[in-house]
């Protein structure tokens, strides 16, 4: 037997990397069981270069746990360790990592969140471990050694018994880490971090129904055996290749992924790149719902098939964190701060690999199958509009697959649209106008009037399309957007003939004291017009630039601009001068019924609009079925 000192110049680092990772101490089986796949990869590979002449075999890495023992055993059939190798790698070599990186990171490792990702390896450990041991055995012709250490910087070292290849850890669980000693822990935490680990990974055993033998009757039971009960995929479809893959198995790796996910996805984007930079995954487009914020933090990064983290901000650009999926690098640093992160090149780079890829396959999609494409268009624009916004580059290229539906159902591209409606639907300053609703329902009698003139009107209810017009305007030119209600259709885009008014400059007069005088609520402003003598006699309508504003507000996006308190309301009244009700405004004698003609064609125009409500409502329906009557 052999003792020794661990060289370390900290007197006991065992309490200092408790205190760090405390937060995080169920890492340590992660690391362990990295290192143990670590060493059986190893094997793999002296074994095919033909450096290790032994039978590399079907080798597994075991956990088992000894409740009343209070150990937890982590077994591998790797290439093992000898004496001049444990005192290498474990005591000089590990630590010396481990206390480098304290040192490094003391400051840091509060905040950064990450940390304790990945770098303490094997003696994350003594995170739950009062005493840690190591049997192993190499692939070399070489004794076996026994290792422990009791949290100390002293170790002990002995010769053991243990004549087949590999390494067994055992960690006598603290009395405050006890939780380790669960099954249905453990279980949780494989299925966290090693769900997709390349060395089958056992965990007890399990039953499994076999094949009646032939002639067997009815009644007999089914013969079943007991089976090793392996917990990983070694082989997940996003290592593999692209050509290999057909369309169900991406979609029942999703399921894989998510298995409380009834619905399926959308599209998968299947990313492999080896340089500049190393990255592999998969990506999905869910159906998403409007609701931005509830649908982060899905998609999973993997450093070499080991789970890191479901929080890729940073990684992937904001727009894109709504995805689900996988992705695999061994390029992105994990033990590093978050704002650290984001500045890092590999990783900017890695960021703008995605935004393209996805670009890509949006518009191949396009492209290829428009189809299809139009189908699921609803259920990924929050994904694309918000990706235009924020991201310049992507903007260039959705601009040509981005799809702006008509409230009938037709689907235009922005050049699309434009060429169609260039000639058709101008303003006074010859601007192209692109009229919108945002409620099929709401602003149905704005839509007919437009419709029935021939216009376009599109269909634009995301929850950023505000937002995303505004880019527009900006980024294009001669454009302006204006919802079906922003104005009356005539002032909003120019027609040839302008219509003349019935009455007279005096009468005009007359008319807009007296309405103004009839009308109490301020929040409308009202306007005479000449139009055709069976367009509507009163239309409320609220200017584009106030009403997004508004909108905008509520959104985010425009917030502050106009101080801390909410917009007022704020409506025109467009009286047309031609329709006949109007000409009997002004023919009414007595001022009572004039005032209440008058007010039931407001109400009548708010109720067009959506906006009587109420005990307005309620008054307004009392008073017509007085008139009916
Ligand atoms: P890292 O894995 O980053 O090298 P660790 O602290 O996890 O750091 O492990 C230190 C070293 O100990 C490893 O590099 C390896 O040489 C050795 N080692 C740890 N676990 C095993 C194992 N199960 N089998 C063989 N060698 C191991
Ligand atoms: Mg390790």
């Avoid at 405050?176 to 971090?193: M, Q, R, V």
């Avoid at 040509?400 to 922005?414: C, E, N, Q």
Wanted: aromatic share 10%.
């Amino acid at each position: 037997m052999a003792t020794g000192k661990i060289n370390v110049s900290v007197d006991n680092i065992f309490p200092l990397i408790k205190k760090f990772l405390y937060s995080d101490h169920e890492i340590f089986l992660r690391e362990l069981i990295s290192n143990a796949t670590d060493a059986t990869l190893k094997m793999k590979h002296l074994t095919t270069i033909g450096e290790a002449k032994v039978e590399y075999g079907n080798p597994i890495i075991e956990i088992k746990v000894d409740k009343e023992g209070k150990k937890l055993h982590i077994i591998d059939q790797g290439l093992g360790m000898t004496e001049e190798e444990v005192k290498k790698y474990i005591n000089e070599v590990a630590f010396s990592g481990a206390e480098e990186f304290l040192n490094k990171y003391e400051d840091s490792a509060k905040d950064s969140g990450i940390i304790g990702h990945f770098g303490l390896g094997f003696y994350s450990a003594f995170m739950v471990a009062h005493k840690v041991e190591i049997i192993t055995k190499s692939y070399k012709d070489e004794p076996a050694v026994q290792w422990s250490c009791d949290g100390s910087p002293e170790f002990i070292m002995e010769p053991a018994e243990k004549d087949t290849r590999g390494t067994e850890i055992i960690l006598h669980i603290a009395d405050d880490s006890t939780e380790f000693l669960e099954d249905g822990k453990i279980n949780s935490l494989l299925s966290k971090y090693n769900k997709f680990m390349p060395i089958p990974i056992k965990f007890g055993m399990k039953t499994e129904t076999l094949p009646k033998p032939e002639g067997a009757k009815e009644e007999d039971p089914a013969p079943t055996k007991e089976v090793d009960n392996i917990i990983n995929n070694p082989n997940p479809a996003w290592t593999k290749q692209p050509a290999d893959l057909k369309p169900e198995d991406y979609k029942s790796f999703y399921r894989e992924l998510y298995p409380m996910q009834f619905e399926e996805p959308l599209f998968h984007i299947h990313l492999n790149v080896d340089y500049p930079f190393n990255l592999t995954g998969i990506l999905y487009f869910p159906k998403l719902s409007n609701d931005l914020n509830q649908q982060k933090d899905r998609i999973q990064l993997y450093q070499n098939q080991v789970f890191v983290t479901d929080n890729v901000e940073g990684i992937v650009p904001e727009f894109l964190t709504m995805l689900r999926g996988v992705i695999d690098s061994p390029d992105i640093p994990l033990n590093v701060s978050r704002s650290y992160l984001q500045a890092d090149g590999a990783v900017k780079k890695i960021s703008s690999y995605i935004t393209r890829k996805v670009a890509d396959k949006m518009n191949s999609l396009f492209k290829n199958n428009r189809e299809e494409f139009e189908a699921k268009w609803n259920d990924i624009k929050i994904v694309i509009e918000y990706g235009m916004l924020s991201e310049d580059k992507f903007f260039d290229k959705a601009d040509k697959f981005a799809l702006y539906p008509t409230v009938d159902g037709s689907y235009f591209t922005f050049g699309e649209l434009q060429e169609k409606i260039k000639d058709t639907q101008t303003d006074k300053d010859g601007k192209t106008v692109i009229l919108y609703a945002s409620d099929k329902e709401a602003q149905h009698s704005y839509i007919e009037t437009a419709k029935a003139k021939g216009y376009e009107v599109l269909l634009l209810d995301s929850p950023i399309i505000g937002h995303l017009m505004q880019k527009l305007e900006s980024s294009k030119e001669n454009i302006s957007f204006a919802r079906v209600d922003a104005d009356h259709i005539d002032k909003l885009i120019q027609k040839e003939e302008t219509q003349i008014s019935k009455l007279s400059d005096e009468e005009k007069e007359t008319l807009k004291k007296e309405l103004e005088e009839a009308i109490t609520d301020k929040s409308f402003t009202v306007q005479l017009e000449a139009m055709d003598s069976d367009a509507s006699p009163f239309t409320i309508t609220e200017p584009e630039f106030m009403r997004r504003m508004k909108e905008m507000q509520q959104t985010g996006g425009g917030g502050g601009m106009f101080g801390m308190g909410s917009m007022p309301d704020m409506y025109n009244l467009i009286v047309n001068t031609n329709h006949p009700l109007v000409s009997e405004f002004l023919n009414t004698k007595t001022a009572k019924k004039k005032e209440r003609l008058i007010n039931q064609s407001l109400d009548l125009a708010k109720l067009s609009k959506g906006l009587l409500k109420g005990k307005a409502l309620t008054e307004f329906i009392k008073r017509s079925y007085e008139m009916v009557k």
